[in-house]
């Protein structure tokens, strides 16, 4: 295989702009969901807010602090203020770069900061002005201070320092992310060329290869598990495997790959993988069997699991909140409002 645009992965592997696949070159790094945004932080003279992100290589190119606001604030007089690791940065909001949807002013505002601002490990960014927003819930990284920053508090954010939770500050990184995963569809073995009808064969071995790119400091580690049921199941198929071969594996197989990086400065590649199996046809097991015409369409597998969401009070509150009824509306099948909804995500999430 050497297209992995159709694979199964997390967001930290970038297969969509090329055949081959690599690690994402952006990290976006979060504390909150953005599940509510209705509760705001007003910061006042001797008032600061922190926020605190672990970076895993300060070899990154840029960077970007985004952070929710709404229409109100783009009137504030004083620009907003804030410090990345000690280094001040100032910055007023302007309604062109915020990001928004359906005619909306609230959305995500962005600053871009010097990469040499940030450090590997622990960072924090320190809010001396302006209003921020609270996702309410347990939060561990966003703190509050009420006497210009000598002391800071845990889920005691807002004015009266009654609100658990986190800010709604997000740090991006022009960067690779240090993991991601890919996942291969499942093979069948017995007939590796889609033939239609495959014969009794007794599989004896499958080996993986494959053709990769690691410069220093990245890699790449696979796994495998075979079965003899064309879907995985946890009685009939092995566990995964750190292993490139597997003795007696059943009629399928599948295999997935962990590319890493210790510097967001390069990536591994992974260009193709082949799977090499080791069969005895069973003699005469298709005698008799004249294949007329075969109807079996490719299979379009998505690269995220899909489910869907069980009823809950946070999501009846996320529709109303964010108006997903209208973001819908214009959909005719249930898979235009996915993608409908998954353009409006996407916008949302890069800011």
Not at 178 to 204: H, K, T, W, Y
Request: with cysteine; hydrophobic share 35%; glycine share 8%.
């Amino acid at each position: 295989q050497r297209d992995f645009r159709h694979y199964r992965r997390d967001r930290f592997v970038d297969a969509q702009t090329r055949t081959s696949a690599r690690l994402s070159p952006t990290l976006l790094l979060t504390n909150e969901m953005g599940v509510s945004a209705e509760i705001g932080d007003e910061l006042g003279a001797d008032d600061r807010a922190r926020v605190e992100f672990d970076v895993p290589s300060a070899e990154v190119k840029s960077a970007e602090v985004i952070f929710y606001v709404k229409g109100q604030d783009e009137s504030q007089i004083d620009s907003l203020c804030l410090f990345v690791n000690g280094y001040r940065i100032t910055h007023r909001q302007r309604r062109e770069r915020i990001t928004g949807f359906a005619g909306r002013s609230s959305g995500w505002d962005r600053m871009r900061i010097q990469a040499r601002y940030l450090k590997k490990g622990a960072n924090e960014i320190i809010f001396t002005g302006g209003r921020l927003y609270i996702d309410p819930g347990v939060g561990s990284r966003s703190s509050r201070s009420f006497d210009g920053g000598k002391t800071w508090h845990v889920n005691a954010l807002g004015g009266r320092g009654d609100q658990a939770g986190e800010y709604m500050v997000r740090l991006r990184l022009k960067g690779f992310a240090p993991q991601g995963e890919m996942v291969s569809p499942v093979f069948d073995l017995a007939d590796p060329e889609n033939a239609g009808i495959a014969p009794r064969v007794d599989i004896r071995r499958v080996r993986l290869s494959h053709e990769k790119e690691v410069p220093p400091g990245t890699r790449i580690d696979f796994e495998m598990r075979a079965g003899s049921t064309p879907a995985f199941s946890a009685r009939e198929w092995t566990p995964w495997t750190a292993q490139a071969a597997i003795e007696n594996p059943g009629r399928f197989s599948q295999w997935r790959a962990v590319l890493s990086s210790d510097s967001a400065a390069v990536s591994p590649v992974l260009k193709s993988v082949s799977l090499k199996v080791d069969s005895v046809e069973t003699r005469g097991s298709l005698k008799g069997v004249e294949l007329l015409e075969v109807d079996q369409p490719d299979i379009v597998y998505s690269s995220y699991d899909f489910d869907y969401l069980a009823p809950h009070y946070r999501v009846d509150r996320l529709i109303k909140q964010y108006r997903l009824h209208e973001v819908i509306a214009g959909a005719n099948t249930e898979l235009e409002q996915l993608a409908l909804l998954r353009d409006w995500v996407h916008s949302q999430w890069l800011g």
